[in-house]
C-alpha cells in the first residue's frame, strides 16, 4: 500500500532552518506530485509548498516564499521542505502529500505529520 512518512520535525529558535523529509512507498514516485501543508489548532490545514513530478516546476505560499525550498530525490523516492529564517507562526504540524496530477483538485494520500515548534 502507498505510505508518506515525513521526518526531520523539532523544536528550533527563531532564525534558525530545519529539512523536512518526506519518503514514499507503494507508489510510482516520479508520476506523482508532491506537496507539503501544515495545520496548527484549530485551524484549517493551509497549502505550503509543491513540486512537479520531474521538479521542474514549484509553486509555494506566499508566507514561505524565499525561506522554504521543495525539492524531491526521485531515485529515492522522497521530497524535501528545506526551512530557513523559521519564524514563530511557523509552528504547526506539516505533512506531505502526493496527487497524481498538478491540476487535481485534492490530494490522494497524505503522511502522518512531524512537528515544528519555533520558539521566539
Known amino acids: 500500500q502507498v505510505q508518506l512518512v515525513e521526518s526531520g520535525g523539532g523544536l528550533v529558535q527563531a532564525g534558525g532552518s530545519l529539512r523536512l523529509n518526506c519518503a514514499t512507498s507503494g507508489l510510482t514516485f516520479s508520476t506523482y506530485v508532491m506537496g507539503w501543508f501544515r495545520q496548527t489548532p484549530g485551524k484549517e490545514r493551509e497549502f505550503v509548498a509543491t513540486i512537479s513530478g520531474s521538479g521542474d516546476s514549484t509553486g509555494y505560499a506566499d508566507s514561505v516564499k524565499g525561506r522554504f525550498t521543495i525539492s524531491r530525490d526521485n531515485a529515492k523516492n522522497t521530497v524535501y521542505l528545506q526551512m530557513i529564517s523559521l519564524k514563530p507562526e511557523d509552528t504547526a504540524a506539516y505533512y506531505c502529500?502526493?496527487?497524481?496530477?498538478?491540476?487535481?483538485?485534492?490530494?490522494?494520500?497524505w503522511g502522518q505529520g512531524t512537528q515544528v515548534t519555533v520558539s521566539s
Open positions: 502529500a502526493a496527487k497524481r496530477f498538478m491540476g487535481a483538485p485534492r490530494y490522494d494520500y
